[in-house]
Structure formats: structure tokens, C-alpha cells
T-cell receptor, first 112, second 111 residues
Framework: SQTIHQWPATLVQPVGSPLSLECTVEGTSNPNLYWYRQAAGRGLQLLFYSVGIGQISSEVPQNLSASRPQDRQFILSSKKLLLSDSGFYLC???????????FGPGTRLLVL | SQQGEEDPQALSIQEGENATMNCSYKTSINNLQWYRQNSGRGLVHLILIRSNEREKHSGRLRVTLDTSKKSSSLLITASRAADTASYFCATESGGSYIPTFGRGTSLIVHP
């Protein structure tokens, strides 16, 4: 069976510090991978998605970047965090386009 | 901008009652999915309904899709306290193949 992992679960970082959130998927190969951000009481905003190694598409201009160094690894990064980067970050995978997305447990980021 | 918008934003019912949530969208879709999210957790997929389908069932869940009205509904029958969560619809349309999520309906089921 497939599983998706995200870490850390919670992170408190000062403004201006770097960020690295990791997401890994097990039990499948060549998945589509996604990073979402969810603000309190809001829906999910798609940040990045990837259909293969080294292929990253960005949905919104922002202070963040994403990388996919391996088939089942998706990393969300920032060189300098802003207060507005606080939120709940969710990683997801799917077998392909127009397929069900499976979500990780999320990382709650608080930038102070 | 959000494609799917859930209605109502919040719903409070007693255990045993049915809960109905609606999702409206603006452009033609390929499919529509419903997800559930417990507080502070990831989303769990409930049902995917494709544009050529009108109704799907899964246990106590029933999803309908009316493409002429550009709307979908999620019905939870005989609700339980454990159904308390936020419910989101997500639509995929055109050639993007990227699901767009609404803001969700917050459901509280009182025991």
C-alpha cells in the first residue's frame, strides 16, 4: 500500500530564517506530487506541482520554491521566511492527472 | 480564484440527522471530488465523481452531480459525532488537471 510522509509536524521559525519541509511517498512510482498551503478557515491554495523528477510548476508567485530531487521526494524551501508564510502546509500525491489525491498529515508552520 | 464554493460555510446538527452540503462551480469540469479534513490533519478523499456520472454512493455518503446547474451535493445519512470535520469539494476542469479546492463546510455533529 502507498503511504505519504511529511515532516516536521510543527515548526516555529523566526522571520528571515530558511525553511525546508520534506515530503516522501512510498509504495508507488512516478507519482504526481503537490504542495498546498491552507490558511486558517480557508481552502487549499496550490503552491507547486510536479509530474516528474526535476519538473516543477509554480501556481502562484511567492517567497517559496520546490524541488524534486528523487522520484518520490518533494521538498518545499525558502531562503528567508516572511510572517505571511505562516500556515498549514500539505503535501499530496496522485497516480496521474484527473486522479484522486492522497494527502500527508501536514506541517504547521509559525513564523514569528 | 476558487472554482468550487461550498455551502453552507458551517452546519450544526444532532447525531442521527442527515447532513447535506453543496458545492457550486463556474466552468465545465472533468471531475469533482469531495474530501474530509479533521481539525489540524490532512485531507482524506471521500468520493470522486466524473462529469458523465450523476450519482455515487459510498457507505453513508451519497454524492450527486448536476452539470446543468454546475453543482454537486454531499449527503451524509444518519450522522455520527465522528463525522464532525470540514468537508471540501475540489474540481478539475479544462486542460489543467489540477484540482481547485473550495473553502469548505465545517460540520459539527452533536452527540
Amino acid at each position: 500500500s502507498q503511504t505519504i510522509h511529511q515532516w516536521p509536524a510543527t515548526l516555529v521559525q523566526p522571520v528571515g530564517s530558511p525553511l525546508s519541509l520534506e515530503c516522501t511517498v512510498e509504495g508507488t512510482s512516478n507519482p504526481n506530487l503537490y504542495w498546498y498551503r491552507q490558511a486558517a478557515g480557508r481552502g487549499l491554495q496550490l503552491l507547486f506541482y510536479s509530474v516528474g523528477i526535476g519538473q516543477i510548476s509554480s501556481e502562484v508567485p511567492q517567497n517559496l520554491s520546490a524541488s524534486r530531487p528523487q522520484d518520490r521526494q518533494f521538498i518545499l524551501s525558502s531562503k528567508k521566511l516572511l510572517l505571511s508564510d505562516s500556515g498549514f502546509y500539505l503535501c499530496a500525491w496522485s497516480r496521474g492527472n484527473q486522479e484522486t489525491q492522497y494527502f500527508g498529515p501536514g506541517t504547521r508552520l509559525l513564523v514569528l | 480564484s476558487q472554482q468550487g464554493e461550498e455551502d453552507p460555510q458551517a452546519l450544526s446538527i444532532q447525531e442521527g440527522e442527515n447532513a447535506t452540503m453543496n458545492c457550486s462551480y463556474k466552468t465545465s469540469i472533468n471531475n469533482l471530488q469531495w474530501y474530509r479534513q479533521n481539525s489540524g490533519r490532512g485531507l482524506v478523499h471521500l468520493i470522486l465523481i466524473r462529469s458523465n456520472e450523476r450519482e455515487k454512493h459510498s457507505g453513508r455518503l451519497r454524492v450527486t452531480l448536476d452539470t446543468s446547474k454546475k453543482s454537486s451535493s454531499l449527503l451524509i445519512t444518519a450522522s455520527r459525532a465522528a463525522d464532525t470535520a470540514s468537508y471540501f469539494c475540489a474540481t478539475e476542469s479544462g486542460g489543467s488537471y489540477i484540482p481547485t479546492f473550495g473553502r469548505g463546510t465545517s460540520l459539527i455533529v452533536h452527540p
